[in-house]
């Protein structure tokens, strides 16, 4: 009993429970600490016992929490602050009687390790207890605050708001316009200050060099309202006083805005009460067709005076043509005023139409009409001699006189048989006219039934064009110039067809369709023309290299 006692008086202080920690700090920070999930290594020693298998403990998935961040988008999180902070004092309590506890259970364990027996100590050399791989937990104090202000955050019902430029048409009554802010101020400041007047919808914030503007909306006029009354000139945002105020329209914009309005109803109504009158007049207006350019209004008034009282005169110049109307003082006069169809007026003939009729297109009958060509240059002719000449030959229903280049007039009987005695009489003369007479026929402008193909790949083919739009209808002719192809087809309605293949795939290339104009091919080959050569630095024309 001696011999135990003096050795347990000889006991080495590091036995103790106390010592026992100093050496568990130790093995965390040096390097005999294993790998996550590796089994510390075990002393054994020849005593025949076996040692006991050391189940590694789970791995525990590592949780940083910090609760500091701050949520810059959102700014959600500084209502449900209020609630976090009584969970928040609980779980320091809580941590407080855990130490507690533990320091009591040290105390116990040093009042026992003295008056251990030796067989312990000698178990204790043994098996040496192993040191699991000790990683960063999430605490359950950590757990209980975290889910805690998740619960108040809901309990409250803090929306998450809205950041960014707000809709165009989004109402001025509900917006805040707070200048004088610091450059170096976050979201999360606004929100402490204007959340308490009302629900936010969106923040804006516009950061400057010096200073920076925030945006904000709320859902409703009277929170923007409240909010501006309390905070203007009295809230601080990082010790600096903000100037708040409900955002209204600029002045220069809305004056514009409101002229340009103006002026548009003005032009509006200018436009309106145009077509009015021309609809109220339109009964009472004849429409000049062919008159010679440089023909002023006084020279139509002259020429149609004998026709009744005129009321206005209106003459327009397009190209090298003009065109008038002659709007009268009573419906009356239109007759009177027909009849000068034909007429010459300063050197020219003149056609007279109702004003009804200037749209229209005037359709002859090929079977009953004859084209007189003006193999003579003629410039202007009595439609009296032409009446004179062939009405021997029949009835005449209508006669067009142009004096154009080809074609002198047109003249259309009322039966086939005046047509074709009037044909008998081509190549013969009457009244000093060379008659040189054809058949009428309709004339199909070239192009009217042509298709323009846009991004044509390389190496495309007629051929392979033409299988496409085959089943469209019946194909005239198909040409391929480098990207581009033309179509032409036999009648309108394959025409037609055809643009129901816009946007498809030859050679997996689209292709594009548009209705060919030979007016603007001849207008982009006239640009390309006139574009100017490329100049180099010292201002001489570049000469291109050729291969």
Known sequence: MKQKKGNVSLKSPLNSVKNDSIVKKQHISGANTPAKGTPGKVNQKKTGKTPVKVVPPKKVEEEEVDDSEEEEDSGADVAAGVADDAGDSG??????DVA??????????????????????????DDEPVEAPIGRKTTETQKVSKSKKAKAAVEIGVPKIKTGALPKDFPQDQVLVVKNLPKQYKQIDLVEIFA????????HNIHGPVSSVAYIAYTAP??????????????????VTINVNVQTPNPKKVKKAESKQKASEEKQTAIEDKKRKIQESKSRTVYIKSLKSGTTEDQVRE???ECGEIESVNVFSRHQHSYGFVCFEDESSIAAATKLHNSVLNGMNIWVLQS???????TKDPQRTILIKNNQSLESIDPAKLDSIFSKCGEI???????KKNVLAFITFKDEKGAKKALKLNGSSSQGLDLEIEEYKVITPKHKTTVFIQNVKPGVT??????IFASTGPIESVNVLGGFATVKFEDTESFCKAFLLNETYIRGQLIFLEPYSERKQSILRNQNRKRPAPFNKGGHSKKLKTN
């Open 196 to 203: 308490k007047y009302g629900t936010l919808h969106t923040i």
């Open 222 to 239: 009277e929170e923007a309202e409240a909010a501006q009354a309390a905070t203007d000139n009295n809230a601080k945002v990082k010790g």
């Open 91 to 96: 779980a320091e309590e809580q941590d407080e």
């Open 303 to 305: 020429h149609f005076a």
């Open 462 to 467: 007629e051929n392979e064009i033409r299988e």
């Open 356 to 362: 009804d009729q200037q749209v229209k297109e005037v």
């Open 397 to 403: 229903e209508s006669t067009s006189i142009l004096c």
């Open 100 to 125: 507690e506890d533990e320091d009591e259970d040290d105390e116990d364990e040093d009042e026992d390790g003295g008056n251990g027996d030796l067989d312990n100590d000698a178990e204790q050399d």
